[in-house]
């Protein structure tokens, strides 16, 4: 297995102009070996644009990313030999069949259709007799999908690789990808399928304008926020809407009581609770969505108490 | 019923003007200056009846004829040496204009898709076909109009009226036909590709027919769509029947395309693309090979193409290197020897010409495909291939190794059809070595051209069309120079105008080498730009 601690992606504060455009303005961050980073973003911040820069297809005009330690942009050809992509938008050529296209791809990498490819066609139902001009979206992604998988490589960027694919294919998707962490590979993950990212990935990070605003994990990132709960109470609570660390309280009939609570002030709500009797308690981490449509939301900005 | 198919006909009419409007303008311009400038200039040229006479000898060659087109009968005025020199030719322009323009309207669209959400709205089945077709006739209308209103203005002596009004707009409804029957095929088709090879086929078929025909039997060009241009017979007779052909068959390609149209659902065609292997051959295996596969019809489509056109023209060898048929009288005043120099030396300087046009032709096809290396890029084909373990180097060596073999062999296949061809019917047959000399001799300017359109990849890739039009400009430099009394300079501003008439006068080496190191230069340095920059993503 490669060593742990040394990071297969290495980003650092990766810039990306356009003319005047400037599409990257400040992207760090590490892939390990054995772990699945999720990339999420809205539309249009920058994540189809740093993967293209870590493919070297684009130039960076500030910054630095290496992969096994070399350049993107000099060293491609070498960083390639162990990379498989699946872009956003897949395109096939038009007068080549599926089969052709994937054996193709598999032979640029050096690798062999093998058993496993066999496999994957068979799993991901693709019939690969037909030419690309007839296929669906979510077919010309299986072709991506069926030779990245098939192909050995250490990192494995995926760039909203399910957007097409029914949840059949989604859930095959899903088990090839926790295979490949098994079996030690980085994988690259960008994504609008939250539901995806937060049951796959080990860490995440939230591209939002051309920046990096948070990275880390789930865990970590549900610190930063609060946990949603309903709450029924013998006494009543008439001092719980001043104290600190409390958001968006409703009271409901019979007593229920909806409430939002950041997480560091989660002991003293509690324990003030408690004093007032609790007869029923439900407590909701907060899911992803409710994290990214907090970093999302541009109109506010990255703020702590705002909604 | 009837108006709920076309339904929105008008407004996607509008709307496809809007989007095409650049493109519109600078083919309706340059159609336009080269019409009307060519006949500005025409007085000047021949204005005098001794010049007229002897441009009309040349004219009347059968090289000539089977270039230019069948002169009608004489006397002749200048008007009447421009219709002849120019009819068939701006007929061959329109061709192209109309079939880039009606197969983008219907077969483009329905690949990108948006055709399927145009017609998710309350638009007619047969809207977008009509639409496309209504913005091609105001196309062709408007550059018909604005060519006759030009000749009004040119005021060539022995124009008249009736003859400008004919000719403007019967070349202009010439360019409509054809976009009719394109619509046709592309009803045929499943995509945009298989329809530009199948037009043009029927295209290439036409103006061969039209040629042997011509030459032979004029009465039979009658039979060929592509003929009628030349039976207005402008300024001596005006006959406007031709136009009402034209007409006529328009609308019965109208007709058919919209029944087509309504048979069939968007996105298909008639001819369905057929399934295919399921695994790649081990012949594909890398950017070559997949180029290669990618383009191997068209290519063949070309070779075998410029080979029948090589073939056709050589088969009426032996009528061209007649000097007799032409000059009787010449009988009396050489022996056999000295009149079969002169019948080589006509075939050859026939020759010279007819190289530049299939160097040139034989270009388009190695242009295409180091264009693909931006068009393949922009449309994303090329993404997968970046992500592999395929170094640019790699991937531009390969697309131009092909550019480069693909349009020198074809080039060859049309000097190898000339040389059968003519071989065929000839008792003196010409020396193979002789078009080899020719062969060799327009390699050089081949390879600048394809550098040039290296340099554009690597460095403006946004401006990779403008090699097209400096194509364009050094044919019709080639083609007209002589009968338009062109400036030698103006000769001097393309590679080719280098050539010294090869093969009528020997190869010459050192222009050769030169050509071939400044080719070499333009490759090199278009690749330094191509490593550098982004690639194009769309």
């Given at each position: ?15 990306k102009r356009f003319g005047k455009f400037?599409a ?28 293209r820069t870590?493919?070297g297809i684009l130039r960076a005009s ?11 942009f000099k060293?491609a ?231 | ?25 600078i ?260 950017p070559?090979?997949?180029f ?71 270009l388009v096809?190695g242009l295409m495909l180091i264009n693909y290396l931006k068009t393949g890029e922009e449309k994303g084909y090329l993404e997968?291939i970046h992500?592999?373990?395929i170094g640019r180097l790699k991937l531009f060596n390969s697309i131009l190794a092909l550019a480069i073999?693909?349009a ?37 300017p081949m390879l600048i051209m394809l550098g040039i359109s290296v340099c554009l990849v690597g460095w403006l890739p946004k401006l990779v069309v403008l090699n097209y039009g400096y194509i364009v400009v050094t ?18 501003i393309s590679p ?19 050509q071939i190191a400044i080719g070499i230069i333009l490759i090199v340095i278009g690749y330094l730009g191509y490593r550098r920059r982004d690639l194009l993503i769309n």
């Amino acid at each position: 297995m490669i060593n742990e601690k040394v990071p297969i992606l290495h980003i650092d504060h990766l810039q990306k102009r356009f003319g005047k455009f400037q599409a990257l303005k400040n992207i760090s961050f590490d892939i390990y070996p054995g772990e699945v980073f999720g990339f999420i973003g809205p539309n249009g911040a920058g994540k189809s644009t740093t993967i293209r820069t870590i493919l070297g297809i684009l130039r960076a005009s500030g910054g630095q990313a290496t992969i096994f330690g070399k350049d993107v942009f000099k060293n491609a050809v070498e960083i390639h030999k162990k990379i498989a992509y699946v872009p956003g938008d897949v395109y096939l050529w038009p007068n080549l069949t599926g089969g052709e296209i994937i054996d193709l791809l598999l032979k640029l990498s050096h690798d062999q259709h093998s058993v496993k490819t066999y496999q994957l066609i068979k799993e991901f139902q693709l019939d690969t007799t037909k030419k690309a001009r007839t296929y669906s979206k979510g077919n010309r992604q299986k072709v991506a999908l069926i030779a990245a998988f098939s192909s050995d490589a250490d990192l494995y960027i995926f760039d909203e690789p399910t957007s097409g694919l029914d949840p059949l294919n989604e859930e095959i998707f899903q088990k090839e990808v926790l295979k490949l962490k098994a079996a030690g590979k980085a994988v690259l993950l960008s994504s609008h399928i939250l539901s995806e990212v937060e049951k796959m990935c080990d860490r995440i990070g939230i591209i939002r304008d051309g920046k990096i605003v948070e990275t880390g994990s789930l865990e970590q990132m549900r610190h930063l926020t609060r946990t949603l709960i309903k709450v029924q109470t013998r006494l009543p609570v008439p001092e719980l809407s001043t104290l600190p660390g409390v958001h968006n309280l409703t009271v409901e009939k019979g007593n229920f009581l909806n409430l939002s609570v950041d997480s560091e002030q989660m002991e003293t709500i509690m324990n003030y609770l408690v004093q007032k009797q609790i007869v029923s308690l439900q407590a909701t981490p907060p899911t992803l969505e409710d994290l990214f449509m907090r970093y999302y939301d541009s109109t506010n900005g990255v703020s702590h108490d705002g909604k | 019923m009837v108006n709920e198919q076309f339904k929105k006909t008008f407004f996607l009419t509008r709307f496809n003007i809007k989007r095409d409007w650049l493109k519109i303008i600078i083919w309706a311009v340059a159609l336009i200056a080269l019409f009307v400038g060519v006949a500005a200039k025409f007085t000047g040229l021949y204005g005098t009846q001794t010049a007229i006479d002897q441009i009309i000898k040349t004219l009347k060659t059968p090289a000539m004829i089977s270039l230019f087109g069948k002169m009608p009968s004489g006397p002749y005025t200048t008007a009447d040496v421009f219709a002849s020199e120019m009819t068939v030719f701006m007929t061959i322009v329109a061709v192209i204009m109309n079939f880039s323009f009606i197969i983008h309207a219907t077969r483009g669209e329905k690949e990108t898709g948006t055709l399927e959400i145009i017609q998710s709205h309350s638009v007619g089945r047969l809207s977008n076909l009509s639409s496309a077709l209504l913005e091609n006739f105001l196309i062709n209308l408007v550059i018909g109009l604005i060519y006759a209103i030009g000749l009004e203005f040119a005021g060539l002596t022995g124009t008249n009226t009736n003859g400008n009004f004919l000719l403007g707009l019967g070349l202009g409804l010439a360019g409509f036909m054809f976009s009719t029957i394109a619509a046709v095929i592309a009803q045929l088709t499943d995509n945009s590709r298989s329809a530009t090879i199948l037009s043009y086929i029927i295209f290439g078929i036409m103006y061969l027919a039209r040629m042997v025909t011509d030459i032979s039997h004029p009465q039979a060009t009658w039979y060929i769509p592509l003929g009628w241009v030349e039976k207005f017979s402008t300024y001596k007779d005006n006959n406007w029947l031709p136009v009402i052909l034209m007409f006529c068959l328009s609308f019965v390609m109208i007709f058919i395309a919209f029944t087509l149209n309504n048979h069939r659902d968007i996105g298909s065609g008639i001819i369905a693309t057929r399934s295919g292997k399921s695994n790649a051959s081990p012949f594909l295996r890398g950017p070559l090979s997949l180029f290669w596969r990618l383009n191997r019809v068209s290519l063949i489509v070309w070779l075998f193409g410029l080979m029948i056109l090589g073939a056709t023209y050589g088969s009426v060898f032996n009528t061209i290197g007649d000097i007799l048929k032409t000059n009787p009288l010449l009988k009396q005043l050489l022996n056999t020897q000295a009149i079969n120099a002169a019948n080589i030396l006509i075939i050859k300087e026939f020759l010279a010409i007819l190289m530049i046009v299939f160097a040139i032709l034989a270009l388009v096809p190695g242009l295409m495909l180091i264009n693909y290396l931006k068009t393949g890029e922009e449309k994303g084909y090329l993404e997968l291939i970046h992500s592999k373990q395929i170094g640019r180097l790699k991937l531009f060596n390969s697309i131009l190794a092909l550019a480069i073999v693909a349009a020198a062999t074809i080039f060859f296949a049309g000097i190898l059809g000339l040389y059968v061809g003519g071989k065929a019917v000839m008792k003196h047959p010409i020396a193979l070595s002789i078009f080899m000399r020719g062969y060799t001799g327009y390699l050089s300017p081949m390879l600048i051209m394809l550098g040039i359109s290296v340099c554009l990849v690597g460095w403006l890739p946004k401006l990779v069309v403008l090699n097209y039009g400096y194509i364009v400009v050094t044919f019709f430099i080639q083609y007209f120079g002589k009968l338009l009394k062109l400036p030698d300079w103006s000769k001097k501003i393309s590679p080719f105008g280098f050539i010294n008439q090869v093969p009528v006068k020997n190869f010459d080496v050192s222009t050769f080498w030169w050509q071939i190191a400044i080719g070499i230069i333009l490759i090199v340095i278009g690749y330094l730009g191509y490593r550098r920059r982004d690639l194009l993503i769309n």
